[in-house]
């Protein structure tokens, strides 16, 4: 079990430049999480995958941002003409469950940074 | 939506003494599960526990304890003989369906 990955784990871009983030999830994990953590905060969820199917997203995911599980494997985050608000922890987690909810685990993290 | 308060935004204790983390939550579901999550300096979230709202039993692991009381929509969170490792960030989230809705977070600071 190597744990969830992601990568990069840093990413500066400039304003009104596109950013793609992967998210590697835990092998037999069949659901995929996205969140967003802002200095002193919590987490706040963006979307959700099971195996390749979005099935939820957060009113926070603006049409700039979309995410994809093509395989129901890895996952990618994409944000498009990124804006200063966008700087954050972009987080991703992992669990398995066919019924009720499992223990999600997350990545370490890519912090964005948009100047 | 319904939330999950932190009250205590920092707390700082000198090792060995023992702290107690709060947590509240708002809910309108009948089952839900509760989690505490550990981020330590390096930022990686840390899962720490996961309760099922049927299940009201407190649980002990190892230094680690946890009180969940349903009556007062509680799920504190104690560390006994605290450790200067033990120097994090904790979050207190709850489900709403399948995402987690986090707490702000309560910085413990433990000083040698």
């Known amino acids: 079990d190597t744990g969830v990955s992601q990568n990069p784990r840093h990413k500066i871009t400039k304003r009104g430049q596109n950013v793609t983030f992967r998210c590697d999830p835990i092998?037999?994990?069949?659901?995929l999480y996205w969140y967003r953590q802002t200095l002193g905060q919590g987490p706040e969820f963006l979307t959700y995958?099971?195996?390749?199917?979005?099935?939820?997203k957060s009113r926070l995911l603006s049409d700039r941002f979309s995410a994809e599980r093509p395989k129901g494997s890895f996952s990618t985050l994409e944000i498009q003409r990124t804006e200063q608000g966008d700087s954050a922890m972009y987080l991703c987690?992992?669990?398995?469950?066919?019924?009720?909810?499992?223990?999600?685990?997350f990545g370490p993290g890519t912090r964005l940074t948009v100047t | 939506a319904q939330k999950v308060t932190q009250a205590q935004t920092e707390i700082s204790v000198v090792e060995k003494e023992d702290v107690t983390l709060d947590c509240v939550y708002e809910?309108?579901?009948?089952?839900?599960?509760l989690f505490w999550y550990k981020q330590p300096p390096s930022g990686e979230l840390v899962f720490l526990i996961r309760?099922?709202?049927?299940?009201?039993q407190n649980e002990i692991s190892g230094r680690y304890s946890w009180n969940f009381q349903k009556s007062t929509s509680s799920f504190n969170f104690t560390i006994t003989a605290s450790q200067v490792v033990d120097s994090a960030v904790y979050f207190c989230?709850?489900?709403?369906?399948?995402?987690?809705?986090f707490g702000g977070g309560t910085r413990l600071m433990v000083k040698p």
């Open positions: 809910t309108r579901d009948t089952t839900y599960y």
């Open positions: 309760r099922n709202s049927f299940d009201e």
């Open positions: 092998s037999e994990h069949n659901r």
């Open positions: 995958f099971q195996n390749e199917a979005q099935l939820e």
């Open positions: 987690a992992s669990s398995f469950s066919e019924t009720g909810l499992g223990e999600q685990y």
């Open positions: 989230a709850r489900n709403a369906g399948n995402m987690l809705t």
